[in-house]
């Protein structure tokens, strides 16, 4: 059983630049979360989407968009790159109506230069 | 606000000694609560997660962590490390709408343990 993917695993763009990052939940998960981490950092929440929507938000700006396809997978978007964009982003998933927790990808090392 | 603090950046422990990672939450309703460790370049492995009931709870790898309300606290401890525990270790409180476990996630800035031999 595949836990959850994302591809790439490493990225360099430059500034103003756009990139999409790419995640396969794990096997029976409805439900996936974008995360950023900065080095030093604890991950920090950008969105969630479930039923192709997306239904929560962190407080990133709309650079940051997102997508969920009919297979649950999803892509991150991030339009306009800034240096300060560089980080690990992390894709996690879960099942809604559930509690189990979500379970993380590997992440995209993303550098901006 | 809600919000995750670890007080310790960097712990260094000795193998085969114990361990405490210290972990204090602010958050208005009964929190959900999780320790999640990070090795290098790897993506986060959850280790123990506490809903409700029994306040010790038991995760993987011999790690436990206790809840205290009164104290607003949900510290980690291992009775004996072993050097492949070093990594880093994040404290998590389950935050939105959608409930604690499925909702954002709001992460401490973690804490680096390293392992003398």
């Known amino acids: 059983d595949a836990g959850v993917t994302q591809s790439p695993t490493h990225l360099i763009k430059t500034r103003g630049q756009q990139v999409t990052l790419r995640c396969s939940p794990k096997s029976g998960h409805d439900t996936v979360s974008w995360y950023q981490q900065a080095l030093g950092q604890g991950p920090q929440f950008i969105f969630q989407?479930?039923?192709?929507?997306?239904?929560q938000r962190g407080n990133f700006p709309d650079r940051f968009s997102g997508h969920q396809f009919p297979n649950y997978s999803s892509e991150l978007n991030v339009n306009a790159l800034l240096l300060g964009d560089s980080a690990l982003y992390l894709c996690?998933?879960?099942?809604?109506?559930?509690?189990?927790?979500?379970?993380f990808g590997p992440g995209t090392r993303l550098t901006v230069t | 606000a809600q919000s995750v603090t670890q007080p310790d950046i960097h712990i260094t422990v000795s193998e085969g000694a114990s361990l405490e990672l210290r972990c204090n939450y602010s958050y208005g309703a009964t929190p959900y609560l999780f320790w999640y460790v990070q090795s290098p370049g790897q993506g986060l492995q959850l280790l123990l997660k506490y809903f409700s009931g029994d306040t010790l709870v038991q995760g993987i790898k011999g790690f436990e962590a206790e809840f205290k309300r009164s104290q607003s606290s949900f510290n980690l401890r291992k009775p004996s490390v072993h050097w492949s525990d070093a990594a880093e270790y994040f404290c998590?409180?389950?935050?939105?709408?959608?409930?604690?476990?499925?909702?954002?996630?709001?992460f401490g800035k973690g804490t680096k343990l390293s392992v003398k031999p």
């Open positions: 996690a998933s879960s099942f809604t109506g559930t509690l189990d927790e979500q379970y």
């Open positions: 989407y479930y039923e192709e929507e997306e239904r």
């Open positions: 998590a409180v389950g935050a939105g709408n959608y409930g604690g476990s499925q909702g954002n996630l709001i």
